[in-house]
């Protein structure tokens, strides 16, 4: 029994451009999802500094 081999016909930029092209498509979701609890967590310590 032997392993099969296995034939791959895209290359390595193929994959980087898909990945690039996933990524901009969904930066937007990313950043406000990190940006809006962080917003929050950072006002919450300046107003402990005046507190």
Do not use: C, E, H, Q
């Not at 406000?32 to 107003?47: C, D, E, N, T, Y």
């Amino acid at each position: 029994m032997s392993i099969p081999s296995v034939n791959l016909t895209y290359s390595l930029a193929d994959v980087a451009t898909a990945v690039g092209n996933w990524f901009s498509s969904y930066w937007p979701i990313l950043a406000f999802a990190v940006a809006i609890p962080l917003s929050f967590m950072v006002a919450g310590r300046i107003k402990s500094l005046f507190s």
